[in-house]
Nanobody, 115 residues
Framework: QVQLVESGGGLVQPGGSLRLSCAAS????????MAWYRQAPGKQRESVAGIFSGGFTTYADSVKGRFTISRDNAKSTMYLQMMSLKPEDTAVYYCYVSWMGVDYWGQGTQVTVSS
């Protein structure tokens, strides 16, 4: 069983920055795949960024060059650094982990980009 707790969301003006954190209840050293997803009102949940055990990262086209995913195995924490935020980035952001063949999700953290 893995518990994931996101933090760092909030209200930010367009062009601003936020850093999301996802703290896991187990060591993430052996977790191969971790990712951030988001879901905007009335839309399906979508993948934002992923990071894998070899350090390989992937990004949705809509966030490339603006968002950076990283992980700190010693702290069992994954991060999403978000810069140059746009109103269309407004969504609930979810942390995702695949561990021992089971998918785990955090409770989500709201990010609102508005002036």
């Amino acid at each position: 069983q893995v518990q994931l707790v996101e933090s760092g969301g909030g209200l930010v003006q367009p062009g601003g920055s936020l850093r999301l954190s996802c703290a896991a209840s187990v060591s993430i050293f052996s977790i191969d795949a971790m990712a951030w997803y988001r879901q905007a009102p009335g839309k399906q949940r979508e993948s934002v960024a992923g990071i894998f055990s070899g350090g390989f990262t992937t990004y949705a086209d809509s966030v490339k060059g603006r968002f950076t995913i990283s992980r700190d195995n010693a702290k069992s924490t994954m991060y999403l650094q978000m810069m140059s935020l746009k109103p269309e980035d407004t969504a609930v952001y979810y942390c995702y982990v695949s561990w021992m063949g089971v998918d785990y999700w955090g409770q989500g953290t709201q990010v609102t980009v508005s002036s």
